[in-house]
């Protein structure tokens, strides 16, 4: 059973760490929230039937554990999420760049937030984001574009009022 | 949001789109840039390489190297006490029935008879004839 679990561990746990870390806004919670998923992963996995889906189940379960996470609603600002170590060294504009993304995002509707970080960030099909937040494709496909316009607008608003600044 | 807005964002996703809604909706002028802004959007994404802190990884060696916790044994012990206790319950009721028959009532004979019945042979039609055979 472990071995399965780390073969699974090894291919997904990236995926899963992003996707969380996106949720939570915090890397200590992604983190301990990553783990946890593996965990229930390992008390799951003997009725699981492996069908190649093995992202989309792990996923499920971590939007399962951040719907049920009520820690969530007292979480800190989401300014500081995501802001990797590697990402600290970046300079200049990549650092400005990442903190309008992070602001953009976090200011996003939830589920449309999470539709964009399940497509964009994690590469899933709608079928499968579909399956994961029990939602339709239809309306998974709603909400990407939604997320997506939402993006566009207030990516566009904050490069305006950084060029007003500058200027 | 438009049909044709919903049509592009699908397409930029790879899904399967109706080809006339799509023709439809790269006419519009708009088309171009919000295919532009889509990719563009991607590409921010997924240019950040967020990994998890050295902290997580051994967390997770140490957690491992101590085996995995797990709940899978608890229903498994259970189901096999719980098998070996129907068994045990089911030996001493075979026991317990078969000790009974063997020193139970039917092993003591039928009870005395407390009133005999004599039946007599003949027509019933005209009361009870009298056996005088059974006369002592």
Same mark, same amino acid.
């Given at each position: ?14 995926? %899963? =760490? ?18 946890? %998923? ?28 951040? %719907? ?76 990407? =574009? ?22 | 949001?438009?049909? *044709?807005? @919903? $049509?592009?964002?699908? @397409?930029? *996703? ?7 809604? @799509? ?12 295919? $532009?802004?889509?990719?563009?959007? /991607? ?10 802190? *050295?902290?997580?990884? /051994? /967390? ?7 085996? #995995? ?13 719980? @098998? ?31 009133? $005999? #019945? ?10 009870? $004839?009298? *056996?005088?055979? /059974?006369?002592?």
């Amino acid at each position: 059973m472990a071995p399965a679990l780390d073969g699974l561990f090894e291919l997904h746990h990236v995926a %899963v =760490y992003r996707y969380l870390l996106r949720q939570t806004g915090l890397r200590a919670d992604a983190e301990d929230l990553t783990q946890e %998923v593996f965990l229930r992963a390992l008390r799951a996995i003997d009725g699981y039937e492996r069908r190649g889906r093995d992202r989309a189940w792990l996923l499920s379960i971590a939007h399962n554990l951040v %719907v049920d996470g009520s820690r969530r609603a007292q979480r800190r600002p989401r300014i500081d999420a995501g802001i990797a170590p590697d990402s600290l060294a970046c300079r200049g504009n990549a650092m400005l760049d990442a903190l309008a993304l992070e602001q953009a995002m976090e200011r996003l509707p939830a589920l449309e937030r999470e539709a964009l970080v399940l497509r964009e960030v994690i590469g899933l099909s709608y079928a499968e984001i579909a399956e994961i937040t029990e939602a339709t494709p239809d309306a998974v496909a709603a909400r990407l =574009y939604r997320a997506r316009s939402g993006m566009r607008r207030l990516l566009d608003r904050d490069d305006g009022g950084s060029s007003d600044r500058s200027a | 949001m438009t049909d *044709d807005d @919903l $049509v592009l964002s699908m @397409l930029a *996703d790879g899904e399967a789109v109706d080809p006339e809604a @799509l023709a439809r909706a790269l006419r519009s002028p708009e088309a171009i840039t919000a295919l $532009v802004a889509f990719a563009g959007l /991607r590409q921010r994404l997924r240019s950040r390489a967020e990994l998890p802190g *050295d902290g997580f990884y /051994r /967390r997770w060696q140490e957690r491992t190297s101590t085996g #995995f916790p797990t709940r899978r044994r608890w229903p498994a012990a259970a189901r096999a006490g719980i @098998l070996a206790a129907s068994l045990v319950l089911a030996v001493l009721t075979g026991v317990w029935i078969g000790t009974a028959r063997r020193s139970g009532p039917l092993e003591q004979g039928p009870p005395n008879p407390t009133y $005999v #019945f004599h039946v007599a042979t003949g027509s019933h039609t005209q009361g009870i $004839v009298p *056996d005088e055979s /059974r006369q002592p």
